[in-house]
């Protein structure tokens, strides 16, 4: 894996004064005063600390929060220790820095904890997850951490007073949710903000999942066929909710209608690799040849894959489908 700096070598006399202090304690074994052989190892992981403060270089990093991302940054998709964060960052309290690198800097950081409500809550999420770092991630400790992404969201601190507020509200999880993701339309969102704004760590899944399958809002996921968004975030595509009766369409037809379209609207051959930020297009729906209201059903034959775009032309009435192809209609 490249390495995105050159950390600092340990000058040779910084080890020979962690070797002496060292030494120095040895020569206590035979003293039988117990402090005096623990107040001997103060000053070693003092020594310690400061040894690993100076593997990366000052110019790179003035604070233990910078130490560790820039650490983390050096092996992305990587389980690390949280032994390794406190060598690295020198404090005891290098969990709360790896937290604030997470929440209020905008940094993907998942961490032991993260991945057990992944695999109970997300578990599509979970498996693509466990793919991509070869391992079994029910099995990862708390103080385990793995950097998603080596991109920072730098919106994310406007994103966390906008977070905070909307926790504070007197509505349910659902609504906080909601209105989280319209906040944010077409930015992603993490696990850790969605947990925090829930409350409670096993409600969000549910609750998301409740606002993609029963209200019809498009929330998508790498599994929804957002591959561009890094594993365990999601992203409220439009803010646009689909009709009722879209929102019951079985998923193994949904899956049928796409893979027999290639993932493309029939009407302009448009898919997600075309998606650009002043393009209108940004999403794919399914259509009913035959509409709902006239009792058309949800089935393979009936169902075509359309960009929203010509999705909205067609029930503005601009575009039919006659049979045979689609035609302009002239008003």
């Known amino acids: 894996m490249a390495k995105l700096v ?33 107040r001997s190892l103060i000053p070693v992981i003092q020594r310690i600390r400061m040894l690993g403060c100076s593997l990366i270089p000052s110019h790179l990093a003035q604070s233990a929060r910078d130490r560790i991302i820039v650490y983390l940054r050096q092996y ?41 409500d992944m695999v109970q809550q997300d578990p599509e999420n979970a498996a693509d997850m466990g793919q991509q770092l070869d391992t079994d991630i029910s099995k990862i400790k708390p103080d385990q951490y793995v950097l998603v992404s080596v991109d920072q969201d730098r919106d994310a601190a406007h994103r966390w007073n906008i977070l905070n507020t909307i926790r504070k509200k007197k509505v349910g999880v659902k609504e906080k949710i909601l209105e989280y993701f319209r906040e944010n339309v077409g930015k ?15 409600e969000w899944p549910r609750r998301v999942r409740e606002l993609r399958t029963e209200s019809g809002w498009p929330i998508l996921t790498r599994m929804q066929g957002r591959d561009d968004l890094p594993v365990g975030t999601y992203v409220l595509d439009e803010d646009k909710q689909a009709p009722e009766h879209d929102r019951k369409i079985p998923d193994d037809v949904r899956i049928a209608v796409l893979e027999r379209d290639d993932f493309k609207c029939v009407v302009c051959g448009w898919d997600r690799s075309m998606l650009q930020p002043h393009d ?13 209201k006239n009792k058309g059903q949800n089935t393979l034959e009936n169902l075509v894959t359309i960009c929203n775009v010509h999705h909205d032309h067609v029930h503005a009435g601009r575009l039919a489908w006659n049979g045979t192809t689609w035609v302009k209609v002239q008003r």
């Open 6 to 38: 050159k950390l600092a070598a340990v000058p040779q006399t910084e080890v020979d004064k962690l070797k002496e202090l060292l030494d120095g304690f040895l020569d206590l074994q035979d003293t039988p005063e117990l402090r005096t052989k623990v």
């Open 280 to 292: 209108p297009r940004k999403s794919l729906e399914l259509h009913h040849l035959i509409e709902h």
């Open 76 to 116: 992305p998709m990587t389980l690390i220790d949280g032994d390794e964060l406190l060598i690295v960052s020198g404090i005891g309290e290098w969990a709360r820095r790896v937290r604030e690198l997470r929440v209020q800097f905008g940094w993907t950081i998942c961490s032991g904890v993260t991945f057990k």
């Open 188 to 202: 992603p969102i993490s696990i850790e903000e969605l947990k925090y704004l829930a409350g409670k760590a096993n």
